[in-house]
């Protein structure tokens, strides 16, 4: 893959937890009934969401780990970290916007989602290294982040 391809993928790719985080902050400063109503399910969609929402933040600072390198055990709890921070920042956010709530009820659905997509990295990437998203990942590693000795060429 050439140099400036390889450059802007992961570029790309570190700034995609960012630029999610921002996503998350606009929809939570938005009244509850203003996004989209999805009638009858609504409430329970847009709870369940809370589980995906904050699975997808965490997955994609993994992303953005593996275009740095390879991910070890301190760059996943640095994920999981972040992720958690960000859903009390998330909460404490809707706490002062009207018709929202900050919940804690909320807060742990957050950390369910994180807590499970935490779980499945650590199958497919740490334990069982040999499963086909495992080996994609890592894959993704190999094509996206730059070696230390392409730092020291400059290629």
Excluded at 24 to 47: A, C, F, M, R, T
Excluded at 140 to 148: I, L, N, P, Q, Y
Aim: hydrophobic share 50%.
């Amino acid at each position: 893959m050439p140099t400036i391809i390889r450059s802007l993928l992961r570029w790309l790719t570190m700034a995609l937890p960012v630029l999610y985080m921002g996503f998350i902050w606009y929809l939570s400063g938005q009244p509850s009934n203003s996004v989209v109503d999805l009638g009858v399910h609504d409430s329970l969609i847009k709870e369940s969401l809370h589980l995906v929402e904050f699975a997808i933040l965490y997955c994609l600072l993994i992303l953005a780990i593996l275009a740095r390198g390879k991910l070890t055990a301190r760059g996943n709890i640095l994920a999981v970290g972040i992720s958690v921070a960000y859903a009390f920042i998330d909460e404490f956010h809707q706490f002062f916007i009207p018709s929202r709530s900050a919940t804690l009820i909320d807060i742990v659905k957050d950390l369910i989602g994180i807590a499970i997509a935490w779980y499945f990295v650590r199958q497919v990437y740490f334990k069982n290294t040999d499963s086909r998203i495992g080996q994609l990942l890592k894959g993704f590693t190999d094509k996206v982040a730059r070696k230390d000795e392409e730092y020291k060429t400059g290629r």
